[in-house]
């Protein structure tokens, strides 16, 4: 069963995340007056990437985006997926750690490639990975306390019986908290800074080419879905609808009837961020660390404080 779920996690984690892709695309395009291209573009351009030939930089520059992809895989299995959950020790420990392999393993490649776009991209995305990292923690932090366990599955089944986190008083401020820094984690505006097509070229991943280009989309479909999942984990109670588990849970149609509404909510928490990304302009790299170690901190700090003080 083991293998099974790990197999589950990470092709429903690739396919969901491929088809946030696509639907973004579109949907931004509807909100922009065009067309857009079709929701399986994103799939379309990993295939024809595949096919073509790319440029390598040397073996470092393989193995950046061979460790980001991995990260991103290795995060799903924490990751309860409906009543799924390839991995169940380490937690929200182990996903603070893992969240921080994504840049990482794309810098490495950047610093292979010798490309001084790729440079200051690389430079970017640090320095924000390092900015919402602090409300992160201050947040998880704040969810651990209140449920005195660093389990997700465990959280998820707490709420199960007393209510989404979110709508407990004591742990409001830290959803507002992630709500605020999840466009920074998802690294779309206001918080496109290191990526920016118009100052510095795609950043990054300004020399990626074939199937090395295929990978960094495969990578951002994961990381997209981690970082969506774990919000609707933690604060919208996973699988279970209005703080309930459904009826038939734990056989395999209750399994599917948890894994359909874990994707609606993670739908609909991408639907939001998606006009978020429509409506707001790109801060600069100062401005957006500004931000998040302002408001967010503030808050998740606060949020921190109440819940140490209910406990």
Request: net charge positive.
């Amino acid at each position: 069963m083991i293998i099974i779920s790990l197999i589950v996690s990470i092709l429903l984690a690739l396919i969901t995340g491929m088809f946030f892709l696509g639907i973004s695309r579109k949907i931004m395009a509807r909100i922009q007056w065009r067309y857009g291209p079709p929701i399986t573009q994103p799939l379309i351009d990993v295939i024809r990437s595949f096919s073509q030939m790319g440029i390598s930089h040397g073996k470092l520059f393989d193995f950046g985006i061979i460790l980001s992809l991995t990260g991103s895989i290795v995060l799903i299995l924490f990751l309860p997926i409906g009543q799924l959950c390839a991995l169940t020790s380490g937690g929200l420990l182990a996903v603070l750690y893992l969240m921080l392999l994504t840049p990482f393993g794309i810098a490495l490649s950047a610093a292979a490639s010798a490309n001084p776009v790729s440079s200051i991209g690389i430079s970017r995305q640090f320095l924000l990975s390092f900015a919402y990292e602090l409300p992160l923690l201050l947040i998880l932090l704040a969810v651990m306390t209140h449920y005195h366990t660093i389990s997700l599955l465990e959280i998820v089944n707490i709420q199960a019986n007393s209510g989404w986190a979110f709508g407990s008083w004591a742990l409001v401020l830290s959803g507002i908290a992630y709500v605020l820094i999840l466009p920074a984690i998802l690294g779309v505006r206001p918080f496109e800074v290191a990526g920016a097509v118009q100052e510095i070229s795609s950043g990054p991943i300004a020399e990626f080419s074939g199937k090395h280009l295929a990978f960094v989309t495969l990578q951002h479909a994961l990381h997209m879905f981690a970082a969506i999942a774990l919000f609707v984990d933690v604060f919208l109670g996973g699988w279970t609808l209005f703080g309930l588990l459904n009826p038939i849970s734990g056989t395999i149609w209750g399994v599917l009837l948890g894994i359909i509404i874990f994707l609606i909510k993670m739908l609909i928490v991408l639907v939001l961020g998606i006009f978020v990304n429509a409506v707001f302009p790109r801060f600069r790299i100062e401005q957006a660390m500004k931000y998040l170690w302002k408001w967010p901190t503030l808050i998740s700090f606060v949020g921190l404080i109440i819940v140490m003080l209910v406990n």
